[in-house]
């Protein structure tokens, strides 16, 4: 098994008599694409300002590359790179001048400038003011300046957000290409389809507290409703039926339809990742 490149043990995190995160335990492996989910106020944020060194938490161990959070965090911030959801951009220089002076405090070749800007299909505005940057191009400069040093660690906040299709899919080739070269990826999405798109496991996160943790494939097939959809003719009229297959009879019922009934379709109830998070959170992921 690869190592842990993220250790979360009984992490606690309080703020006066509100406690954010409850004995939250995960691991995330080097090499490994990890989704984050959970609705609003279950604790997300709170937990990867505690990873980056932004938040101290209560109580529990936290570690990053192996160093302990936050008494090592001279030591573990090289190796993360950390992708907000809002831009905090110079907006007077260029896309090239903010890259430029990232590369400076990371003591990264400059060289590596051009490479990022090509890899986010920035190289033709490299050199217009960010200030003139759509949205999405904002994200991708964004994007670009966390991967110049080649961080072992990535956290993603919404990497997706305010791109269009063509950048989306961008985005998320970068990010399976990032973890094909070794780094581990850490992200947060609003985005039902991308986590199943990109997601080697999937941790979901709700009051705080760790819920379940699996890949997508296992979440959809362990959680998916065993129902069928019939559709037939009877005494001239179309009839539709719903068929649980959990039940005796309903199975029966089924035999029932094929075998008597001018059967027209019969197909299984679709089930996606969406339906998976309601199912377990009770809530909608806004």
Known sequence: MPAPAIEIDNLVVRFGRFTAVNGLSLNVNEGELFGFLGPNGAGKTTTIRVLIGCQRPTSGSVRVAGFQIPSEFEQAKHQFGYVPDTENHVEEFTGRENLELFARLYSVPLSEVNEAL???????AADVVVSSYSKGMRRKLLIAREIMHRPRILYFDEPTANLDAHSTQ????????????GATVFLTTHNMEEVEQVCDRVAILCR???VECDTPTNFVTRHALRIVKTQF??????????????LDNQRERLAEIIRNEKC??????????QDVFLK???QAYT
């Open 233 to 246: 003719e009877q005494d001239g009229l179309v009839v539709r039926e719903s068929i649980d297959l959990d």
């Open 118 to 124: 090509a890899r986010l299909e920035l190289s033709e």
């Open 264 to 273: 027209v379709r019969v197909h299984s109830q679709e089930f996606d990742f």
């Open 170 to 181: 961008l985005v998320r080739q970068l990010l399976r290409e990032l973890v094909s070269d």
């Open 208 to 210: 705080g507290e760790l």
């Open 280 to 282: 377990i959170t009770g």
